[in-house]
């Protein structure tokens, strides 16, 4: 049974950090697109950030392009979004999601696994 599940999330003050980590079990996602996702109240699912299955390339959602760093470790089958300089609008439920192939993409379509999320918590 494949299943990702996300940890790392917690309460923090603005312009701290945080970092997150993704473990798959069950197959390897090691040939697989990466990436994050998230979810504040009240509001859709947005694209994060997500790195193609070599790990050599990575792209960013605008909002967090220059805070956030998004790696992975193909022989732990884990992935990890290194987060800098958090603000209050980056509070959210994190979701880590395999791709459909090996190509990075943003569309949450083109991911078919998911995780249950991990909750991040940006004070002011």
């Known amino acids: 049974q494949v299943q990702l599940v996300e940890s790392g999330g917690g309460l923090v003050q603005t312009g701290g950090s945080l970092r997150l980590s993704c473990a798959a079990s069950g197959r390897t996602f090691s040939t697989n697109a990466m990436g994050w996702f998230r979810q504040a109240p009240g509001k859709e699912r947005e694209f994060v950030a997500a790195i193609n299955w070599a790990g050599g390339s990575a792209y960013y959602a605008d909002s967090v392009k220059g805070r956030f760093t998004i790696s992975r470790d193909k022989a732990k089958n884990t992935v990890y979004l290194q987060m800098n300089s958090l603000k209050p609008e980056d509070t959210a439920v994190y979701h880590c999601?395999?791709?459909?192939?090996?190509?990075?993409?943003?569309?949450?379509?083109?991911?078919?696994?998911w995780g249950q999320g991990t909750q991040v918590t940006v004070s002011s």
């Open positions: 999601a395999a791709a459909r192939s090996f190509t990075i993409t943003t569309k949450a379509s083109e991911y078919p696994n």
